[in-house]
């Protein structure tokens, strides 16, 4: 019956005839009420074991995320499937807040999203006790670990919740986590059971590839000249993807830039684009990716090393979720070997720097001494890096620290979209009109697209009100400012910039109490993350994706045979004599008709049969030679 009704959710909403594999073994364990892991690579359907069983048991789940525009994308394609989500996040108003509890209370409402900080709302948690609570879901799960590389403690929060409801069941999700952290999680969540789901962690149709190069971007453009497709380009800082962006465009590559300072319209539209595959490469920090679904990305390149392989595992499995052949690659020069031992110094902080930009933090945003608990501002992290004369590197690393002893809490920007709310009658904004011709477009424009902008606040697009101003966007803005300042509307822009709360009030920075022991511990794993990749680019004889996922706790695995090393090794059966005759027979042969293996396999008459398979094995892995449908091969171009 289970079964049943499971499959025929999986159908009506999703449209798919199957679960893939592990999902509905983990779907059933959380609805016969199991505390549940669910260990997942990245694309590999996570979302769906805890969507399905709530549908299901037809109640709420509550569904604790990091990021608020993982949260959006969620609900929003939730939504679009005809089923009830909603998510809380900062920069929401108190009615639209009160609204959506309302509704998660007496309406059927299937999810509701927030971020783990909003559990310590008090008013939250009595109005949750009210809903009718069917499953707790905790996505990101490592971040509640010690142990894991994103650790973020308003997740240990999450614990005291089950306090409050010990008979619903939790299902925790990650992509990323070893064995030291999957046990840290199953302690930090008051796990009733053991019932850990693992799915391999085993990529078969992704190939890794370490690089070598001393000119990065001369080799990025000769794999995007090889490997076809939609692909993605890690880079380190904001500046580095608008410069390679504007260099592969050069090159007559479709490509554009993204990183967490553009405007979230912005960072919106150019994700579309990406996605729908008008812009071929994105070119971005590691902002970019988190909950996007795309299958048919057929390369993940990083230019610069990642802080760990955790970090580096999870964005390179966003290549090939369609299991079809795709390409991870790291670029790396013997400086960066040298680089990752100076990052251990220049990015960790020392209790002087944590101290130092502690007080400047407090005073941009003018907080006195002795005050300032609880109150939340807007966190200009360049300014603070500017102010402090730190790197923003080691700004975030010293911020990460605080918020990890508990002094100030991180959290993201405002909603992707502003909102704004009339607070004058219909006589007075008529009043202006005619006196100020110059405001009467814009007014009238919004009191034609923001329904309900007399009651509350409604989301407002300046970039749609400046198309049918004919006005440049900017020009809107400064109208909507104009009409805020002089109260006849409350306009509350997007900001786009991260929020910072003090836990405490603020004290001189000599005062300021820092638990020494857990720095120690923090900069050793910082090293530990560090050493963890050194070593995986230095390695030459294991295979890299044995390596990889070892390092997650998978025993028994077998070499790939595509990455980087594998391919080495098979090379060194074949001598590069016979690699280049048999290709150059191979192109000539095959490079404008698709031939059979018996057709070509007689190649030469010299040419000894072992050396012509080994060759094309060679080649195909190279993806020099390309096997098609019909089980014939052509070279590809």
């Given at each position: 019956m289970v079964s049943e009704t499971i499959n025929r959710i999986l159908k009506q909403y999703w449209g798919f005839d199957q679960f893939r594999p592990l999902q509905s073994e983990i779907i059933n364990s959380v609805i016969s009420g199991h505390d549940t892991l669910a260990l997942m690579p990245t694309g590999g359907g996570k979302s769906l074991c805890f969507q399905v069983p709530t549908l299901a048991l037809n109640g709420l789940c509550l569904v604790i995320s990091p990021l608020i525009a993982l949260m959006k994308d969620q609900v929003e394609n939730l939504n679009k499937k005809g089923i009830n989500a909603k998510a809380l996040y900062t920069g929401l108003t108190y009615s639209e807040t009160d609204r959506i509890l309302d509704a998660c209370i007496f309406s059927n409402v299937n999810f509701l999203y927030v971020s783990p900080e909003r559990l310590q709302n008090e008013t939250f948690r009595i109005r949750l006790a009210k809903m009718p609570l069917k499953l707790i879901a905790i996505d990101e799960a490592h971040c509640i670990s010690?142990?894991?590389?994103?650790?973020?403690?308003s997740y240990l929060q999450i614990a005291e919740l089950r306090e409050s409801f010990p008979q619903i069941p939790v299902i925790a999700l990650t992509?990323?986590?070893?064995?030291?952290?999957?046990?840290?999680?199953?302690?930090?969540?008051?796990?009733?059971?053991?019932?850990?789901?693992?799915?391999?962690?085993?990529?078969?149709?992704?190939?890794?590839v370490v690089r070598d190069s001393q000119d990065k971007t001369a080799e990025l453009e000769n794999i995007?000249?090889?490997?076809?497709?939609?692909?993605?380009?890690?880079?380190?800082?904001?500046?580095?993807?608008?410069?390679?962006?504007?260099?592969?465009?050069?090159?007559?590559?479709?490509?554009?830039?993204?990183?967490?300072?553009?405007?979230?319209?912005?960072?919106?539209?150019?994700?579309?684009?990406?996605?729908?595959?008008?812009?071929?490469?994105?070119?971005?920090?590691?902002?970019?990716?988190?909950?996007?679904?795309?299958?048919?990305?057929?390369?993940?390149?990083?230019?610069?090393?990642?802080?760990?392989?955790?970090?580096?595992?999870?964005?390179?499995?966003?290549?090939?979720?369609?299991?079809?052949?795709?390409?991870?690659?790291?670029?790396?020069?013997?400086?960066?070997?040298?680089?990752?031992?100076?990052?251990i110094e220049s990015e960790f902080p020392t209790v002087e720097e944590i101290k130092h930009c502690f007080n400047q933090l407090n005073q941009q945003s003018l907080i006195p001494i002795d005050t300032g608990e609880e109150k939340t501002y807007d966190l200009d992290i360049a300014l603070l890096a500017e102010k402090s004369k730190l790197k923003p590197a080691k700004v975030m690393a010293i911020l990460k620290l605080l918020e990890q002893q508990k002094i100030i809490e991180l959290s993201e920007g405002y909603d992707a979209t502003s909102r704004?709310?009339?607070?004058?009658?219909?006589?007075?904004?008529?009043?202006?009109?005619?006196?100020?011709?110059q405001f009467e477009l814009i007014t009238k424009l919004i009191l034609r697209s923001c329904e309900g902008v007399f009651e509350d606040y409604t989301k407002i697009d300046e970039y749609s009100i400046a198309k049918r101003m004919k006005a440049p966007v900017n020009v809107v803005i400064d109208q909507l400012n104009w009409l805020n300042n002089n109260k006849y509307f409350s306009y509350r822009q997007n900001k786009n910039l991260p929020l910072v709360t003090l836990l405490q009030n603020r004290v001189p920075a000599d005062k300021l109490q820092l638990d020494f022991k857990y720095l120690t511990f923090r900069k050793e794993q910082f090293i530990n993350n560090l050493t963890g990749i050194r070593n995986y680019i230095n390695n030459h004889h294991t295979c890299r994706s044995m390596m990889l996922t070892a390092y997650f706790g998978e025993t028994d695995l077998v070499p790939c045979g595509t990455c980087d090393v594998c391919l080495s090794e098979k090379k060194k059966s074949i001598t590069n004599d016979d690699i280049e005759t048999i290709s150059a027979l191979l192109q000539k042969l095959i490079s404008s008709e698709e031939k059979s293996l018996e057709e070509i396999k007689f190649i030469h008459p010299e040419i000894k049969q072992e050396a012509f398979i080994?060759?094309?094995?060679?080649l195909l892995d190279m993806n020099r030679v390309k096997r098609t449908s019909g089980n014939k091969f052509i070279w590809v171009a």
């Open positions: 010690q142990w894991g590389y994103d650790f973020r403690p992509a990323t986590a070893t064995p030291q952290v999957v046990d840290d999680i199953q302690q930090k969540l008051s796990f009733k059971n053991g019932n850990v789901f693992k799915k391999s962690f085993v990529r078969s149709n992704l190939a890794y995007l000249a090889k490997v076809k497709g939609s692909s993605v380009v890690y880079v380190k800082s904001r500046k580095e993807t608008k410069r390679i962006s504007d260099l592969l465009q050069h090159k007559n590559i479709s490509a554009d830039f993204y990183h967490a300072g553009l405007s979230n319209a912005e960072r919106a539209r150019k994700q579309e684009n990406w996605i729908q595959n008008k812009t071929r490469v994105i070119v971005c920090t590691n902002a970019f990716g988190m909950g996007i679904d795309k299958p048919d990305v057929r390369s993940v390149i990083h230019t610069d090393v990642p802080d760990s392989i955790e970090a580096y595992f999870q964005e390179a499995g966003r290549a090939g979720r369609d299991e079809k052949k795709a390409y991870a690659v790291l670029l790396t020069q013997k400086t960066d070997i040298t680089q990752i031992d100076n990052r704004i709310t009339c607070i004058v009658g219909n006589q007075t904004l008529y009043k202006l009109q005619s006196e100020q011709k080994n060759t094309l094995t060679f």
